[in-house]
């Protein structure tokens, strides 16, 4: 006979209801983690379909990169409906329609003949998709789940970046070696709409419901200022916020846009150019985790500062690897400018939500995260027109490294970044 006192059996209830919410929650960032790793894999393989269809078309460096420059632009405008979108239909409508919109954006570019035509498709269309199932909507799922552990939840799908690029521009160079630009762009089409069905299957109302143990109740310093978007655009921490998030993006993505065709021009092979920048995937992993896990030892201020140390070294790297092309200085770059490829994503996103936290905490860091939407745009775009230019890489560099120490400064100068 069951002797168990009724408090008892209440603890040992409430026992399981905890370990039923840590499942859940591991699932739902199990999740997250897949969709940005498919929305990042599939934005990023424009880096290696960059050569052949300007090849393809005979259309010089900047006017393919506006394709590129399109869909970060897009991205990041985006952003802030994604958020008010997800608050009013729940996340099974915003996951659904990302993937829709990208196996119909890679479908229409296989066919497509014009230059409006990709950067309608792998510009507007992908743009938009990465929004749906990127990190404005999957930072809202996993504050829900994971209240104070959100820097370490963020830093996992922050590094599915890296684990996007290392599946999918290796994938991207055999695929286009095997069947061709074309074929392969089809392939990514149907992938992504194949995805759909499971997607609506899976219980979304429960996941949406969040932990019932991340509550305002069990954070004893929670307090809701009644941020607004109005309220908070008036506090210097936005536009320190925002500035990090734009100035960064320029400096990354004016190279990450070019990075395959760079080490192409130094005299790599294609698929060992296109598989060393895809193995920055794996350690982006190491570097996601390690920056996010210094923030817990050394404080949030002295890692940020030094993933952006360790991103100048690799920049330095880089230049030198034109001059220098060897596995040596090849894989300095790689572990060095790869690994803090968006390093500081969680930790800047940790700090908006703690600084605006609120019923519309989505709504202002989702306006927050068009700074990197703008940044990467305009960074890949003008990577394009200073090649194009000057007909080689060194100014393009020396932009990239001004940009990225100018993202650094707020962190050295804001009083409210530097808490």
């Known amino acids: 006979m069951d002797q168990s006192t009724p408090r008892e059996a209440s603890r040992e209830q409430a026992g399981g209801t905890q370990r039923d919410a840590v499942r859940t929650a591991l699932v739902v960032l199990g999740l997250c983690f897949t969709l940005a790793v498919l929305g990042r894999g599939l934005s990023e393989s424009f880096t290696v379909f960059l050569k052949p269809i300007s090849e393809n078309f005979g259309w010089d460096r900047a006017q393919v990169v506006s394709i590129y420059s399109l869909t970060w ?14 608050d009013h239909s729940g996340p099974r409508i915003v996951y659904a329609l990302g993937l829709l919109l990208l196996g119909s954006a890679f479908l229409i570019a296989a066919h497509a003949q014009a230059l409006w035509q990709f950067q309608l498709s792998i510009g507007l269309c992908v743009g938009i998709g990465v929004a749906f199932i990127g990190i404005v909507p999957n930072s809202i799922m996993l504050g829900r789940w994971f209240g104070p552990r959100l820097p370490t939840a963020m830093a996992v799908v922050y590094s599915a970046m890296g684990g996007g690029v290392l599946a999918l521009l290796p994938t991207s160079q055999l695929l286009i070696d095997h069947l061709g630009w074309r074929e392969a762009y089809q392939v990514y ?36 200022n009644g941020w ?54 794996v350690v982006l992993v190491f570097g ?11 404080g949030r201020r002295p890692s940020v500062l030094l993933s952006y140390a360790i991103s100048i070294i690799g920049i330095v790297l880089l230049w030198l690897l034109q001059y220098y092309p060897n596995i040596i200085l090849l894989t300095g770059f790689v572990v060095c400018f790869g690994s803090m490829m968006g390093s500081r994503g969680p930790l800047i996103t940790a700090t908006a939500m703690k600084i605006f936290r ?40 020396v932009f990239a490294l001004a940009s990225v120490i100018l993202g650094m400064i707020p962190f050295l100068i804001v009083p409210a970044l530097r808490e």
């Open 73 to 86: 632009l897009i991205s990041g405008l985006t952003a802030p409906l994604v958020g008010r979108l997800f």
């Open 189 to 224: 089409g149907f992938a992504a709409l194949g995805l759909l069905v499971p997607l609506l299957l899976l219980p979304w109302r429960m996941f949406a419901i969040g932990s019932p143990h991340v509550t305002k109740k069990t954070d004893p310093d929670f307090i809701d």
């Open 228 to 281: 607004t978007l109005a309220s908070a655009m008036r506090h210097h921490a936005f536009w320190a916020l925002f500035s990090t998030f734009f100035f960064t993006a320029v400096g990354m993505y004016s190279i990450a846009a070019q990075i395959v065709a760079y080490l192409i021009d130094a005299g790599f092979p294609p698929l060992q150019a296109a598989t060393a920048w895809g193995f920055s995937g």
């Open 288 to 298: 996601m985790l390690g920056v996010s896990a210094l923030d817990g030892l050394i």
């Open 358 to 397: 609120g019923k519309r905490v989505g709504t202002i860091f989702g306006t927050i995260s068009i700074g990197s939407g703008l940044g990467s745009a305009f960074g890949s775009w003008s990577g394009g027109l200073i090649h194009d230019f000057t007909h080689g890489y060194n100014l393009l560099l």
